[in-house]
């Protein structure tokens, strides 16, 4: 659990400090690279509340509760999917009238 805090982190300081020059108060948005930086830094920081339900359940129940508590950390940490579930469904309407996450892939995909 600690290498992806610290990771994370690090990697989130990172795009900080490539935007440490901008006066705007928006550190880690405005140039591709710290955009990058701070995307891949909140991920490895977002997988963290997972990672520590699974080994949570594990454990509590060993080998078999890995999984199990995995999942239910990616429940917990929201995203849409259970609490309030807005973002899923509103995603999934948007892709039937064609303006969804599946057009916008598979349109960058073919060019």
């Known amino acids: ?13 990172i795009g900080f400090l ?7 108060g928006a550190l880690g ?3 591709d690279a710290a ?4 995307g891949l830094g909140k991920l490895g920081l977002g997988i963290f ?3 520590l339900g ?3 359940a594990y454990s509590i129940v060993g080998a078999e509760g890995l999984l199990p508590g ?3 950390g990616i ?3 929201g995203g849409g999917l259970l609490y309030g579930g807005s973002n899923f469904i509103e995603t999934f309407k948007e892709t039937s009238a064609g303006s969804g996450i599946y057009t916008k892939v598979t349109e960058s995909v073919s060019g």
């Open 29 to 31: 948005v405005t140039r």
């Open 18 to 24: 490539i935007d440490l020059g901008n006066s705007g």
């Open 70 to 72: 995995f999942i239910a």
């Open 35 to 38: 955009r990058w930086f701070s």
């Open 1 to 13: 659990m600690l290498p992806f805090i610290v990771a994370g982190g690090i990697i989130l300081g």
């Open 49 to 51: 509340v997972p990672v």
């Open 75 to 77: 429940i917990a940490s």
């Open 54 to 56: 699974g080994y949570v």
